[in-house]
């Protein structure tokens, strides 16, 4: 399995993923990497529903993603992972799913979220979450959409944190 793209996006399938990111990357499958879609039948349904047809989907928990990228079935397949959070991304890489760099595309502002960016708010545990994964050496980056400037997400939030 090759893995073109890791991408946290809480909305998951939506327009700048199909009209954009797809469209750029030999992308032959998008996979929702998520405990909580996988095991939600109505939201996994609702998700996988407005993947293009060329391009397979599916919802898998991190144990199954990990059990999938180890599985010589699929090593013909280019992929685009997708996270709601980066603790699932965690618990990916610390099972041996080795992922060099993320793209932080999209996190909600919600009531216990501090804004980083107009499109990334995190939560303390989200905040600990991306602390490991630098720590872990994969590279953290900020872009909405392919054409963007690429930032470091790391910087971005520890420079926001302090203040």
Same mark, same amino acid.
């Given at each position: 399995?090759? &893995?073109?793209?890791?991408? &946290? +996006? +809480?909305?998951?399938?939506?327009?700048?993923?199909?009209?954009?990111?797809?469209?750029?990357?030999?992308?032959?499958?998008? &996979?929702?990497?998520?405990?909580? #879609?996988?095991?939600?039948?109505?939201?996994?349904?609702?998700?996988?529903?407005?993947?293009?047809?060329?391009?397979?989907?599916?919802?898998?928990?991190?144990?199954?993603?990990?059990?999938?990228?180890?599985?010589?079935?699929?090593?013909? +397949?280019?992929?685009?992972?997708?996270?709601?959070?980066?603790?699932?991304?965690? +618990?990916?890489?610390?099972?041996?799913?080795?992922?060099?760099?993320?793209? #932080?595309?999209?996190?909600?502002?919600?009531?216990?979220?501090?804004? &980083?960016?107009?499109?990334?708010?995190?939560?303390?545990?989200?905040?600990?979450?991306?602390?490991?994964?630098?720590?872990?050496?994969?590279?953290?980056?900020?872009?909405?959409?392919?054409?963007?400037?690429?930032?470091?997400?790391?910087?971005?939030? #520890?420079?926001?944190?302090?203040?």
């Amino acid at each position: 399995m090759k &893995i073109e793209l890791a991408r &946290i +996006d +809480d909305r998951f399938i939506h327009g700048q993923v199909l009209t954009k990111w797809v469209k750029l990357r030999p992308i032959s499958r998008i &996979i929702v990497v998520s405990d909580a #879609v996988a095991q939600d039948e109505m939201r996994k349904t609702l998700i996988l529903s407005v993947a293009p047809a060329s391009v397979k989907a599916s919802a898998v928990t991190v144990d199954k993603m990990v059990r999938a990228y180890k599985s010589p079935r699929y090593d013909n +397949d280019t992929v685009m992972l997708l996270f709601e959070n980066p603790e699932d991304i965690v +618990d990916l890489v610390q099972k041996g799913v080795p992922l060099k760099e993320i793209n #932080v595309g999209g996190m909600r502002f919600e009531r216990d979220r501090k804004q &980083i960016t107009k499109a990334v708010s995190v939560s303390p545990t989200n905040v600990e979450a991306f602390k490991t994964l630098h720590e872990l050496g994969v590279k953290l980056e900020l872009r909405q959409l392919p054409g963007d400037t690429s930032i470091d997400f790391y910087k971005e939030l #520890v420079g926001k944190l302090d203040k």
